[in-house]
């Protein structure tokens, strides 16, 4: 029975990327040299090699879903949310209260998207990335692909920056931030290199030392919070352009969601996946990026604070925080550091699946060998991006949410419009069959076409759109609202044509 919308008479091979480990006995295995028993050997240490193919449901097994939201509360907690807080009130001139305010209702909304597009991955068995394919088709999808993976490896990019400069303000710059990168980059990825499980165990527990370091901070720092610096009422333009801050930093998650929830038992309930995705970016993101509106409103006030800022960004602000504690606070600096693991070993993870979408034949290349290339690439583009760390995180944030928004959209028309909300319209089969797939044109050209207006609307340090000019920057919104919009007559276009192709060469 066919539950695709776009389908054919004919049945697909079975997609399978998986390895089989049961069929090769120990005594083999020692005399094997193949690659495939050097797979099977590291398998037998528990390392996840199964990539972007999808979950069966037999092995969809795992009933710990609390997991999922500790595994986005650790990607939350730490000193991302603190620094693009920052940005409201060191970049934007914003007061605490206008900042606070931004945060606090764009993220309950902005959050909504990936909460809700992780929901598909215990009812399908599908990464993020392959599930798209249902909407923009097998061979369209690459573009879709190329931009996510752009996205995630500029957080990862970001993680790694903050992360080594951080540890570079607390050895007084004895480590530089080039060394300090390198140890962020190699231990992310090492803790990626488990896959599925390996994440999920350690993002269980990570996030308390993240936590505790933050409080610390905020202890010993925070009776500096309230001298705040004087600032001008906040313009219309300003507070929209911040909230599309906000929404570049929450949005693109969505784009890789369903990855930390594939081996969940499919009996969950889509409501409590919902809950603990949406709870574990809200719950810590909004006060953590409250935090930093106030570090950066009162960053201007403190010689010692500014001082850390000018030397090593976000990081020297930190630990000149917690210099009055001595030792103890280079401690809970380093802490506050390697905090960032959690979120780079996700993006990590990601990173590497993507990859083997992008090329249909990477797919046989084991997923843990694109994340080395991904940490052999980030490392010198990070020691660039470090010479510049808040203009490229403002810039950076502000271009992701244009095509995020425009993505999260469509995929999400297709799934309530066209195939009315049901879990069941995506055949994990069909998933390597083109032909049993959307050509993908619709979701294209409707993302292609809402640019039209999205540049006008663009309020860049490179670029201002002229209704940019006065409205600030909106591109974010209207990304998320016409792209959709323009989707639904192009897709009924493209299923009459494909129906009727269908039935001429039938």
Known sequence: METSIDHTMEKPEKASLDIRFTD??????????????????????????????????????????????????????????IVTGMVGTLSYGLSLRDASL????????????????????????????????????????TIIVILNLCTIAGFGIIDCVLGGMTLSAVSDGKINATAGIVIIAICGMVIS?????????????????????????????????????????????????????????????????????VYCDPSVSSWRIFAYIYGGLLVPSVPLMVLGAAIGATTPMIPSWEAG?????AGGVLEAMLHPVGGFGKFISVLLAFSLLGNLAAAMYSISLNF?????????????????????????????????F????????????????????????????FRKGNFDEYDPDSCESPRRLPSGIAGIVAMALSFGLIVPCMGQAWYTGPLAETTGDLGFEVALVLAPILYVPIRVIELKFCTTRFNKSN
């Open 24 to 81: 090769i006995t120990s005594a083999e295995l020692q005399r094997d040299r193949s690659p495939r028993a050097w797979l099977n050997k590291i398998a037998s240490w528990g390392i996840e090699l199964r990539g972007i193919a999808p979950v069966p449901i037999e092995e969809r097994t795992d009933k710990r879903f609390i997991n999922v939201f500790f595994v986005w509360f650790t990607m939350s907690t730490n000193l991302l949310p």
């Open 193 to 261: 290199f488990g896959g599925y499980k390996t994440l999920h165990q350690f993002e269980r527990y990570s996030w308390i030392f993240a936590l505790v370091a933050i409080l610390v901070a905020t202890g010993v720092g925070g009776k500096h919070l309230s001298t705040q610096v004087v600032t001008e009422p906040a313009s219309g333009s300003t507070i929209v352009s911040f909230a599309g801050v906000i929404a570049g930093f929450l949005i693109p998650w969505a784009a890789m969601s369903s990855d930390f929830a």
């Open 390 to 417: 808040f203009n490229s995180l403002e810039n950076f944030l502000y271009v992701i949410a244009y095509w995020s928004a425009g993505f999260i959209g469509v995929v999400m028309t297709e799934h309530f419009l």
């Open 356 to 388: 083997q979408i992008v090329i249909p034949i990477m797919r046989r290349i084991p997923r843990l060998f694109f994340t080395i290339i991904y940490t052999a690439v980030a490392i010198p583009v990070s020691i660039y991006a470090a010479k510049s």
């Open 102 to 141: 931004v945060i606090l209702f764009f993220s309950l909304f902005c959050s909504i998207f990936p909460a809700y597009m992780g929901t598909f991955g215990a009812k399908t068995g599908l990464r993020q990335m392959l599930h798209s394919r249902f909407t923009f088709g097998y061979y369209l999808i």
């Open 309 to 313: 800022y000018d030397s090593y960004s």
